[in-house]
Structures are given as C-alpha cells and as structure tokens.
C-alpha cells in the first residue's frame, strides 16, 4: 500500500507541477492545481485508509465517518453543498443481504442418487435481491461459458435451450476472444442478462482453472461472507434484479466434480473457426463451421450436466433491509 500511495502522490504531484508551469493554463486552474501538495494528499489518504474506518463499507459507521470527513473538507474548501435540502448529503436506498447458510441449499440429483452440496467447499451461493425466499427443483443446462457475441459470430446458445432450466456456465470467456470484448462478455452482469433473455431460471457458475489461478477460491469464500447491496429506484425494486432468476451460485473444482468433471475447459457451441488479424490488425468475425458439429469437450459436458438435476431450498438470502445511504454531493465554488 506504500508503493501505491506514494505512486499516486507522485503522479498527482506532476501533473499539479505541469499544470502550473503551463502559460496556457487558465489562471483558476494554475491557483488551485498550486495548492495540490503531497504532505496534504497524504494526510487526507492515510485518514481515509485508516483500519479505524473498518474498510467505509456501504452503510456502515466507517463510511459515515468518511462522509463527514468529506463533508467538512468540501465546506473549508470554500464549496457550497449540494445535496438534498442544502446538506452536504443526497440519500440513496440500499437493499442490503446476507446469506442464509442454514436455511438455503443447494443438491444434485442424478439417476435417484442425491449430492447434497456443502457450503464453502463446494458452493457458494449467490444473495438474492429479488426473493426473500425461493425453492425449486429444476434440470440442468450446459451452455459453455454463457456468451452471446454476435460481433464475434459467437453463441454459446444456438444449440442449448435453458428455458426453464438452470443454466451451468463456465467463469471467465474464451481466450481467442480479443481482450475487451472478453472482459465485456465475461463479466456476471452480462452474463445474467444473456441467460435471463434465454429463459434460464437459474445460473450456476463452474470455475476454470485459469479464474482459480487468479483468485483462489478460499478469497471467494472470504469475500462471500460481506453482504450484498443493491440500490433501490423509485418504486423499491434493486438494480439488476431477476425475479426469473431461483438461485444463482458458484461451484469449486470440489464441487463441480460431484457431477463428473468437465475434461476441458471449451466453449459447448458449435466448432468456430478461430479468430484472426485482419488488415491494419482488425480482427476478422468468427464464422460457424458447416453444420452443427459439437465441440467435444462441450458435448461431454452437457451430457454429464444434461443428465442432472438441482433442487435449491432457500435463497442464499438471510436479511433483506432497505435504508437510504448518505453520499456526499458538493456544487460549485463560492
């Protein structure tokens, strides 16, 4: 954290310096880009970063305090506050939740045999904004890595029906996707809205080895623990909510090798050609081969999931609270 700090220091303290030997600065800018000093970022940054603040998180005592510290460096800075009713603050509604360890979980049924599923070791199940209590059983649909890029020509879809079914997903996308489109279409939010539009009433996440090097799954466990928050809009309803959706959760390599392990990690949509530079170092749309020749790996995987079924009691969602939280908000100089 050291090294991080004194690095943005150093990067602000440039551009203030910069900025201020520059003639074709305006003026105002030239003043308050002088004023930038190192000891002052530092003071405000170790305040803010202090472990008495317990981590500001949403709601909590730590962020209030960070509130009102902002609050009172906006006012000696000579702004005028421009939140709700001439505060310093603008309330916004939470949904806040928790997990449900022993109301919830997760099983697996396959040829009358039963795979209860172990919380932390196997799974982890995801909060739901949208229910305060869900339970069904539903089959299983492996649909690759859940993508639908159709600037890419990719579909993960085009051969998998998940309407009424519970989606089963490999993290992260295919590694021939170019680096933003698969960071765009390996994000959850994405993802969701492409299984919803699908039909899908649940997603059950597999990690890949390549997410489990970058984050090991005992720091999702951990991380798991926090609560989820959700804003509300007008009407009450949270953001990016589904009602469509009866359970979402994560598996381990542990738990995912109850139903027989995946032999690779493979897209489960039909063989695409790869995708290669074009001219200027454009990158050429993946086109279908001919006929719909199932990828191998993807084809024994959804054979194996094929033949399952998950029964999810609970929701994952222990505490449902809704409270507004204060932002700091500030308007112009005086």
């Given at each position: 954290?050291?090294?991080?700090?004194?690095?943005?220091?150093?990067?602000?303290?440039?551009?203030?310096?910069?900025?201020?030997?520059?003639?074709?600065?305006?003026?105002?800018?030239?003043?308050?880009?002088?004023?930038?000093?190192?000891?002052?970022?530092?003071?405000?940054?170790?305040?803010?970063?202090?472990?008495?603040?317990?981590?500001?998180?949403?709601?909590?005592?730590?962020?209030?305090?960070?509130?009102?510290?902002?609050?009172?460096?906006?006012?000696?800075?000579?702004?005028?506050?421009?939140?709700?009713?001439?505060?310093?603050?603008?309330?916004?509604?939470?949904?806040r939740m928790e997990r449900?360890?022993?109301?919830?979980?997760?099983?697996?049924?396959?040829?009358?045999?039963?795979?209860?599923?172990?919380?932390?070791?196997?799974?982890?199940?995801?909060?739901?904004?949208?229910?305060?209590?869900?339970?069904?059983?539903?089959?299983?649909?492996?649909?690759?890595?859940?993508?639908?890029?159709?600037?890419?020509?990719?579909?993960?879809?085009?051969?998998?029906?998940?309407?009424?079914?519970?989606?089963?997903?490999?993290?992260?996308?295919?590694?021939?996707?170019?680096?933003?489109?698969?960071?765009?279409?390996?994000?959850?939010?994405?993802?969701?809205?492409?299984?919803?539009?699908?039909?899908?009433?649940?997603?059950?996440?597999?990690?890949?080895?390549?997410?489990?090097?970058?984050?090991?799954?005992?720091?999702?466990?951990?991380?798991?623990?926090?609560?989820?928050?959700?804003?509300?809009?007008?009407?009450?309803?949270?953001n990016e909510s589904y009602?469509?959706?009866?359970?979402?959760?994560?598996?381990?390599?542990?738990?995912?090798?109850?139903?027989?392990?995946?032999?690779?990690?493979?897209?489960?949509?039909?063989?695409?050609?790869?995708?290669?530079?074009?001219?200027?170092?454009?990158?050429?749309?993946?086109?279908?081969?001919?006929?719909?020749?199932?990828?191998?790996?993807?084809?024994?995987?959804?054979?194996?999931?094929?033949?399952?079924?998950?029964?999810?009691?609970?929701?994952?969602?222990?505490?449902?609270?809704?409270?507004?939280?204060?932002?700091?908000?500030?308007?112009?100089?005086?």
């Amino acid at each position: 954290m050291r090294i991080a700090t004194g690095s943005i220091l150093a990067v602000l303290a440039t551009i203030a310096a910069t900025a201020c030997g520059s003639a074709s600065a305006p003026p105002g800018l030239r003043r308050a880009l002088a004023g930038i000093r190192g000891d002052s970022l530092r003071a405000h940054m170790s305040f803010l970063a202090d472990d008495r603040l317990e981590g500001r998180g949403t709601g909590t005592r730590g962020y209030d305090m960070a509130a009102a510290y902002m609050a009172a460096q906006f006012a000696a800075a000579g702004l005028e506050p421009g939140g709700t009713r001439g505060s310093w603050y603008q309330p916004v509604p939470f949904r806040r939740m928790e997990r449900d360890r022993a109301g919830s979980g997760l099983m697996l049924l396959r040829g009358g045999r039963q795979e209860p599923l172990a919380h932390d070791a196997d799974m982890i199940m995801g909060n739901d904004p949208a229910h305060e209590r869900a339970a069904t059983t539903a089959a299983l649909a492996f649909a690759g890595f859940g993508i639908t890029a159709p600037e890419l020509g990719y579909d993960d879809y085009a051969h998998v029906d998940v309407r009424g079914k519970v989606a089963v997903i490999l993290s992260g996308g295919p590694p021939t996707f170019p680096s933003e489109q698969r960071a765009y279409h390996s994000s959850t939010l994405i993802k969701t809205r492409t299984a919803v539009a699908r039909g899908a009433i649940g997603i059950i996440t597999v990690r890949t080895p390549v997410d489990e090097a970058r984050a090991p799954w005992a720091r999702s466990v951990n991380q798991s623990e926090l609560p989820g928050m959700r804003w509300l809009d007008p009407r009450g309803v949270p953001n990016e909510s589904y009602p469509e959706l009866q359970v979402t959760a994560t598996l381990s390599r542990q738990g995912h090798g109850r139903c027989s392990p995946i032999p690779r990690y493979r897209s489960s949509g039909c063989l695409r050609r790869p995708i290669r530079a074009g001219p200027r170092g454009s990158i050429s749309r993946c086109t279908p081969a001919p006929g719909p020749t199932p990828v191998t790996a993807g084809s024994r995987a959804r054979t194996c999931w094929g033949c399952c079924v998950a029964r999810i009691r609970g929701c994952g969602t222990r505490s449902w609270s809704s409270r507004p939280i204060s932002t700091t908000s500030a308007s112009a100089c005086r």
